[in-house]
């Protein structure tokens, strides 16, 4: 993947590590694996800093002046791995709040707070920060359902948690099978893409 508009402001020896999507990257002419790095990235004519070191930059994805509840932000404290949010977690913070998860990723958000161990498998693990494979293998009624559910050329996260219950699956294997035929999952019910 060439990546344009990237100013490179430090590395260190040891790579890449961190950053979604730069593994194996060409970045401004060169080839690195893994690096711990901080970069400015241009988009729209705005500077983003972003830094693989600190994590941080999640509430800039949140309109500005969105209020934070404490009451989530105290409950997403407690309820903290490692200071990272396991999605089935924030799930279970949405269920006894009674809210809806996305706003318990728009908290994390603002929180700064990582999200961690998605249950499709597509984000938040070590080393490999995804743990879905592609299978390609499957059964046809399974694979139409996939693809009944799309909608523009996506599958959404919760649309393939109701195909994992309604074939009595796992959540990671219908991932699988969206890995192993190509078929992007988002959004997330968290926001985390």
């Not at 949010?85 to 994390?108: E, T």
Request: charged share 25%.
């Amino acid at each position: 993947m060439l990546l344009t508009g990237i100013k490179i402001l430090g590395s260190s020896p040891k790579g890449l590590a961190g950053l979604e999507g730069f593994e194996g990257s060409r970045i401004q002419g060169f080839q690195e694996s893994r690096a711990q790095v901080k970069c400015q990235i241009l988009l729209s004519g705005k500077v983003k800093q972003m830094s693989s070191e600190s994590g941080k930059g999640y509430s800039q994805k949140q309109a500005p002046g969105t209020k934070l509840n404490p009451e989530l932000a105290e409950e997403i404290k407690k309820r903290l791995r490692g200071g990272l949010l396991p999605c089935a977690v924030a799930f279970k913070i949405a269920k006894d709040m009674k809210i809806p998860p996305i706003s318990v990723g728009q908290a994390a958000d603002l929180l700064e707070v990582p999200l961690a161990k998605c249950q499709l498998g597509l984000f938040g693990y070590t080393p490999d920060k995804k743990i879905a494979r592609a299978e390609t293998t499957t059964s046809q009624e399974l694979l139409a359902a996939i693809r009944e559910s799309m909608h523009n050329d996506r599958l959404a996260c919760e649309a393939a948690w109701q195909i994992a219950d309604r074939f009595k699956m796992t959540r990671l294997k219908v991932s699988n099978v969206c890995e192993g035929h190509e078929i992007k999952i988002k959004p997330c019910q968290l926001g985390a893409f």
